[in-house]
């Protein structure tokens, strides 16, 4: 038997503030409950765009755990907790669940990728030794690996898989997977660009890099086309498009970092092998936030 819905709408992929010396504590507060503020439907912590790649074992623990004392189950919170490591991230996803978290978003594994049948045993293999529902994160651009429609139907019989954030960037295959799940699995847009068109397709949302600096317009976009609002929904996505370009125009989270940092929320630091966002990068980022009434 599933369970239901972790959420419904958008979802931040936060970013995580760093400085020299490390996790950003005190930046992390503010930008966790401006979040919530600001009506966010859940939050994801230590995934891609929380350089979730880049923490230590103790950073990246101590970090789920601090965001979700912070948060105090005001939204549904969403722990990073995918590694190309089978074993490591068995052991994070046991300790999200036991922190509280209401899922876990598993990527798929990078560099030693897997075959399709690889896929299937690896996620079910974390969803076995999980308390909570599995999300799968499916980003072939990132990962080197695509998890296929076929693959998916598999997974869905799974009772703690639940749920997909979908950035392969395939419309097509996107309905193919809709068509062989039907309503067993959750599909969020993992792209900003595809926000509408994936929830023309039967999506539950979308899981955003773009709601780290615009979370109050990313929930308006979600809630507009549930309320059957279809072209006011699409209106929002074009209205945005430009500032989820300039979002995607360096490697994720290079340019949202630096547009958090405007907005005061952390330091404009990422670790490497990330590098600050090259200047004229900048400035048409600032240029595109100012045009959604941002004060950078």
């Known amino acids: 038997m599933k369970t239901t819905s972790v959420f419904k709408g958008a979802a931040t992929a936060l970013v995580t503030p760093l400085n020299e010396n490390g996790i950003d504590y005190e930046n992390f507060e503010r930008l966790l409950n401006w979040q919530v503020d600001e009506g966010i439907n ?3 912590i230590c995934g891609t765009s929380g350089e979730g790649s880049t923490l230590s074992d103790e950073e990246h623990r101590a970090a789920l755990k601090f965001a979700y004392d ?3 189950g005001r ?3 969403i722990a990073g907790t995918g590694s190309n490591d089978t074993a490591y991230a068995i052991e994070l996803t046991k300790f999200a669940c ?3 978290y209401d899922a876990m978003l598993v990527v798929t594994p990078y560099y030693n990728k897997a075959t399709q049948n690889g896929l299937v045993k690896m996620f079910e293999t974390i969803a076995d030794a999980s308390t909570k529902p599995i999300i799968l994160y499916n980003v072939p651009s990132r990962t080197g690996v695509n998890i296929e429609p076929e693959t998916y139907a598999r997974l869905a019989e799974h009772p ?3 749920g997909i954030k979908e950035a392969n960037g395939n419309i097509a295959k996107i309905v193919e997977t809709k068509a062989l799940v039907g309503d067993k699995l959750d599909i969020w847009s993992g792209n900003d660009d595809q926000i509408v068109p994936i929830l023309a397709a039967g999506g539950s949302g979308v899981i955003s890099v773009l709601s780290n600096v615009l979370p109050k317009k990313t929930v308006e ?3 507009k086309f549930f309320a059957g609002d279809v072209k006011g929904s699409m ?6 498009f430009d500032l989820i370009k300039a979002l995607f125009c360096e490697v994720n989270p290079i340019p949202v970092k630096a547009a958090v940092a405007a907005l005061g929320y952390c330091e404009n630091y990422v670790r490497l092998p990330l590098t600050p966002m090259e200047k004229q990068h900048e400035e048409v980022l600032l240029e595109c936030m100012r045009k959604q009434g941002l004060n950078v």
């Open 160 to 162: 703690m898989i639940t």
């Open 70 to 72: 912070v948060v105090g």
């Open 98 to 100: 036991e922190v509280g």
């Open 235 to 240: 209106d929002m996505q074009c209205e945005m």
């Open 221 to 223: 976009l979600c809630n």
């Open 75 to 77: 939204v549904p919170m």
């Open 42 to 44: 859940a939050l994801v």
